[in-house]
């Protein structure tokens, strides 16, 4: 089993949905989460990240964590054509580097 | 305040021959992180550097992949006797403490080895 699993998609929705993109992991002594939003041909653009087992939220973004379930979401509210991007979660621990999925893209048509 | 710089944007080799990626961190930041991603890969960790030490290099390929920061100047990703598997994405991000969650990833150099 990989240590982060990440449905590659595509995903295509209307412009308003809401999204919902998701990873399950298999370590449990990863210490916080992130997600990830990248371009096509940029570098990837830390979006949100969290420490422990819950919702956070920023603006039209919510990221979750369920650590006994060891899966992490991140859900977009009224969803615009400039979030169609590829969104990776990645996780880690201290002292070792981050873990990436391999990322969803996101096609939100107008 | 400049983001992470990385050049060239996009580099071409022959097989065989050496590729050179260099790597400028944001201000103040003196821990360098390099990444690769192959086309429908995620980033795959390369090796973690502070300045003058390879702190974690354990995603490094054993051959031909070296990597460097030193006390002055950009920290350099060195891929000597490219083969066309080496054609990908290499991303460098940079944190200021050396905590993943407060790097910041350049917009990446793509190799592309013929």
């Known amino acids: 089993q990989k240590e982060v699993e990440q449905d590659p998609g595509p995903l295509s929705v209307p412009e308003g949905a809401i999204v919902s993109l998701n990873c399950t992991y298999s370590?449990?002594?990863?210490?916080?989460f992130m997600w990830y939003r990248q371009y096509s041909r940029k570098g990837p653009e830390l979006l949100m990240y969290?420490?422990?087992?819950g919702n956070k939220e920023d603006g039209r973004f919510t990221a979750q964590v369920d650590k006994s379930s060891k899966y992490i979401s991140l859900f977009i509210r009224d969803s615009q054509p400039s979030d169609s991007a590829t969104y990776l979660c990645?996780?880690?621990?201290?002292?070792?580097?981050?873990?990436f999925g391999k990322g969803t893209t996101l096609s939100v048509s107008s | 305040n400049a983001g992470v710089m990385q050049n060239p944007r996009h580099l071409v080799r022959r097989r065989g021959q050496e590729a050179r990626l260099r790597c400028s961190p944001m201000?103040?930041?003196?821990?360098v992180y390099w990444y690769r991603q192959l086309p429908e890969e995620g980033l795959k960790f390369m090796v973690y550097?502070?300045?003058?030490?390879?702190?974690?290099e354990s995603g490094m390929p054993k051959e031909r992949f070296s990597a460097e920061f030193p006390k002055e100047g950009p920290s350099i990703l060195r891929i000597q006797q490219v083969v066309r598997g080496d054609s990908a994405a290499y991303f460098c991000?940079?944190?200021?403490?050396?905590?993943?969650?407060?790097?910041?990833f350049g917009q990446g150099t793509r190799l592309t080895v013929v």
């Open positions: 991000a940079s944190s200021p403490l050396g905590e993943d969650t407060e790097a910041f």
């Open positions: 370590n449990s002594a990863f210490q916080y």
């Open positions: 969290t420490y422990s087992s």
């Open positions: 990645a996780m880690g621990q201290a002292g070792t580097a981050l873990i």
């Open positions: 201000k103040g930041h003196s821990h």
């Open positions: 550097l502070q300045k003058e030490n390879i702190i974690d």
